[in-house]
């Protein structure tokens, strides 16, 4: 207070002060780091992608699949789109007879983007971050990973035959040695791809431009930059007014409208993301198959696909999409809508009405919490939309709609009934790692909970122990047929990723892993400068 | 009151009030439901890698299962040394993070206020030199209906019709450096429907005083009247007007800064709210509350410079 009082009386007029709160207030503003305030100007021969997706940190565990969409980084192993695994900086690997040992050998002739030589030595430091959960290398029982020569070795502890998929994930990518700081922390993203870093914005964007170094062809698109936008009718009218090139992550509201504008084009691709009901199989709501199975029956997918979705193919007809290759099987009958078989199904399993005319199962379960989250927009829509449907065959259900995090509590407290929630099984190109997780002995946080398959153990303990391979595709069939039997979780529609792209741009294609845009495939549909449809000029 | 009285006042308002919200915002983010440290590593890490144990790996690093109290006090602590601790998501310190957004914040709040400082008066003024006319009826009757539309729909109308339809602006982040006309209109718009009623009403209520009527008879045009006697008083209820309505400007800030990916303080108040980023929120919140007292301050540094009875 006395300070207060010593300052009103310094001995100032009006007019000083206010010079005094100018060049204050001039040197106190921070900047704001636009591109414009001097890190890079736009250029008419960059296109713009725009995703929902923030760059909150450098740290590959966090954003490494944002540069790796952008092809800045690149991992050991690629992926096919139909999930096949390919070479990628290592150009073959091997694994020996016993399957505890695999060697990578790399690719001769990488630089990184500072110019440094891609050695087993330098991928190292970038290899052993991805071992720490979540890091997808920390799924497999690895005991240790070293580099000789021009190889990394992989010991494990049991055989792993998904190993090569891992290395596939954005946790593994690779950066050069100079990408770290002292103490490990990522600074920079110095990467091999075609595509190098010119300026990162922080949460909001970064700009590429196409690496002369690379060892393939040149990328006819030489700069591009990726803007992240979190709302989804903001992205979609960037998409309407040309100023976008590439739009990812479009609300199906939008999808209509744009799929009418004749300046945009809508591509899409399904992806191996299924929404689906986690049941308590333990509690005695939901122990009896036939419960499962009823509730299955009591879903009406089609008309959820068509009325919340906007896209009638997504109702889901097993687990896995048709972009699944190996994992979606033809053969199953497929999950269908039948509410009269449904509540014949409840009666047989010992489902009463009760007085209120709702039925229930020896007094525990007249009714039952299904839990879900709004972090996908689509989820509180679908629990309503089930809610109404379930209660057309007598359940009665109480939404409850909370965290995404919610869900995995609920599975380790034992206290989650029923979750609705959306599972991406293309985390990396084989859906066994993640399979192994959600449906093995305890279950997981995103699938099964309190029930197991002594059969389906030991088609998984097959699939992972067989380095050659043989009788996979039998034993992968048979996994699918015990989950659509059982249904432990039970489907409910598929994804789509739908994307719009303007029209001065062609070639473009979309990878159902979301691992890459493919840049390098794209082309100029006509000269950059005179094709600007509607955008800023 | 003298110039110094008036910050002295407004920073040691500043020091409590910052001290204040932060606490708040801290005992709203715990008794939100739901698991922080879930949240935290589904912001790190996507929702597609998050597992219970990502989740005790994130509670364990930020000790996020510390007592309530000891939590508080650390905070108070850490903020007494100047230190406002880093992001749980990003790991980089809070100060670097929302001394970038505050940036761009500051930017789009000044653009928007110059746009409203220009407009808002100007047109009160002509409405008020000629109360009850055509302009006046129609400016009062839109200056009612533009008040009464939310920042978001009002953003959203303006994209559709100059990105859209004129492509003339862009429609959203921060890539040209047009990028500013969009969100600083929408944020202007509620602040200048204000301030045209405002100014109305204090240019007819000087036009019909004593004193302007004197000046009138003793020869004065009407733009001398104005000029000598008239902006000035009418200046002192716009000036003090404005400093109310900061608020609207600041509560602003979060909707237009969320549908335009401006980077500002409310766009990452948004994001940290949904991250559960409890250091970055406290940050962010302080950051606004003293926005919200600098401005303040301006306000009444502009009325003092205006109406010298008041030094």
């Known amino acids: 207070m006395r300070a207060m009082i010593d300052l009103c009386r310094l001995p100032l007029d009006l007019r000083q002060w206010m010079v005094f709160i100018a060049i204050g207030a001039v040197l106190l503003l921070p900047a704001c780091r636009t591109r414009t305030s001097g890190t890079h100007s ?36 690629d992926a096919a789109g139909d999930g096949t695994v390919l070479p990628g900086l290592a150009e073959k690997w091997s694994t020996s007879s016993d399957g505890l040992e695999w060697r990578f050998e790399l690719r001769l002739g990488v630089r990184f983007h500072d110019g440094s030589p891609l050695t087993a030595v330098s991928a190292m430091p970038s290899l052993k971050r991805a071992l720490v959960e979540p890091g997808s290398l920390a799924l497999a029982p ?77 990328p006819t698109i030489r700069h591009a930059t990726y803007l992240s936008i979190s709302r989804a009718e903001t992205r979609a009218l960037m998409a309407e007014s040309g100023q976008a090139d590439l739009v990812f992550g479009l609300d199906p ?135 109404e449907q379930l209660r057309q065959v007598g359940l009665h259900i109480e939404v409850n709609i909370g965290n995404s995090g919610d869900i995995p509590l609920g599975h380790r407290a034992g206290t989650l009934m029923i979750g609705l929630m959306a599972r991406n099984y293309g985390i990396v190109p084989t859906p066994l790692v993640t399979l192994i997780g959600d449906f093995g002995e305890h279950g997981g946080d995103w699938g099964a909970m309190n029930w197991h398959s002594p059969e389906l153990a030991s088609l998984f303990d097959a699939l992972i122990f067989s380095p050659d391979g043989s009788g996979q595709a039998a034993a992968r069939e048979r996994v699918t047929e015990v989950l659509q039997s059982e249904l432990p979780v039970i489907p409910i529609a598929w994804y789509r990723q739908t994307v719009t792209v303007g029209q001065r741009i062609s070639g473009v294609s979309l990878d159902p892993f979301e691992r890459t845009y493919r840049l390098i495939q794209i082309r100029w549909a006509s000269s950059p400068l005179t094709a600007r449809i509607g955008g800023i000029q | 009151m003298t110039v110094a009285c008036i910050i002295a006042r407004r920073l040691v308002q500043a020091v409590l009030v910052s001290l204040l919200v932060s606490t708040l915002s801290f005992f709203m983010m715990r008794a939100l439901p739901g698991d922080a440290a879930m949240r935290v590593a589904a912001a790190r890490y996507g929702h597609d890698l998050v597992t219970a144990r990502a989740a005790d790996a994130v509670r364990a690093e930020l000790k996020l299962d510390q007592p309530v109290a ?115 209109i929408t944020l202007a718009v509620g602040l200048t429907a204000g301030l045209i009623r405002v100014a109305r009403d204090a240019l007819k209520s000087v036009t019909e005083s004593g004193y302007f009527a004197f000046a009138r008879t003793k020869g004065l045009s009407l733009g001398q009247a104005l000029v000598r006697h008239g902006l000035r008083n009418a200046a002192v209820p716009v000036t003090a007007y404005v400093g109310v309505q900061l608020a609207f400007l600041i509560e602003g800030v979060v909707a237009v800064e969320t549908l335009f990916a401006w980077p500002g303080i409310g766009h990452a108040l948004v994001h940290a709210i949904y991250a559960r980023d409890v250091p970055m929120i406290q940050g962010t919140v302080m950051a606004m509350a003293l926005l919200f007292i600098a401005l303040s301050a301006l306000a009444d540094l502009a009325i003092l410079a205006i109406d010298p009875r008041r030094r």
């Open chain 1, 253 to 387: 509201a939008s999808l209509s409208r744009l799929r009418a504008n004749p300046h945009v084009r809508v591509e899409a691709v399904s992806i191996p993301r299924t929404i689906a009901l986690k049941l308590n199989s333990g509690m005695p709501c939901f122990q009896d198959v036939r419960t499962r199975r009823a509730i299955s029956l009591a879903i009406d997918r089609a008309r959820i696909a068509r009325a919340i979705l906007r896209d009638p193919e997504m109702a889901a007809t097993q687990l896995f999409p048709p972009t699944l290759d190996g994992w979606h099987n033809p053969h199953l009958a497929p999950l269908a809508t039948d509410p009269t078989q449904a509540r014949m199904l409840l009666a047989d399993a010992g489902w009463r009405k009760t007085s209120k005319g709702m039925l229930d199962l020896g007094g525990a379960c007249s009714s039952m919490e299904l839990l879900t989250f709004v972090d996908r927009p689509e989820l509180p829509l679908l629990s309503s939309v089930i809610q």
């Open chain 2, 70 to 184: 000891i939590a508080l006090l650390s905070w108070w602590r850490n903020v007494l040394r100047l230190d406002l601790g880093t992001s749980a998501v990003t790991a980089a310190p809070v100060v670097d993070e929302v001394s970038h957004q505050l940036g761009c914040t500051i930017r789009l709040a000044l653009a928007s206020m110059g746009i409203a400082l220009v407009a808002g008066p100007l047109i009160g003024l002509l409405c008020g030199l000629w109360p009850g006319g055509a302009f006046d009826q129609i400016w009062r009757a839109l200056a009612a209906a533009i008040r009464a539309v939310p920042p978001f729909i009002l953003g959203l109308l303006l994209i559709v019709a100059f990105s859209v339809e004129m492509a003339a602006l862009p429609a959203a982040g921060t890539l040209d450096s047009t990028s500013l006309i969009l969100p600083a």
């Open chain 1, 42 to 77: 736009p250029a008419k021969d960059e296109i713009l992608v725009v995703g929902p997706w923030e760059i909150p940190s450098l740290d590959p565990l966090s954003s490494g699949s944002q540069f790796m969409r952008m092809q800045v980084t690149e991992t050991l192993v």
């Open chain 1, 142 to 218: 690895v005991e240790r990973m070293e580099a000789s020569g021009n190889e990394i070795i992989v010991r494990l502890k049991q055989p792993f035959s998904p190993l090569p998929a891992l290395f596939a994930h954005s946790s593994t990518q690779i950066l050069a040695p100079s990408s770290f700081g002292p103490n490990g922390e990522v600074r920079s993203i110095v990467g091999t791809g075609p595509y190098r870093v010119v300026s990162i914005a922080r949460p909001q964007s970064f700009t590429v431009e196409a690496f002369n170094g690379w060892r393939g062809d040149p």
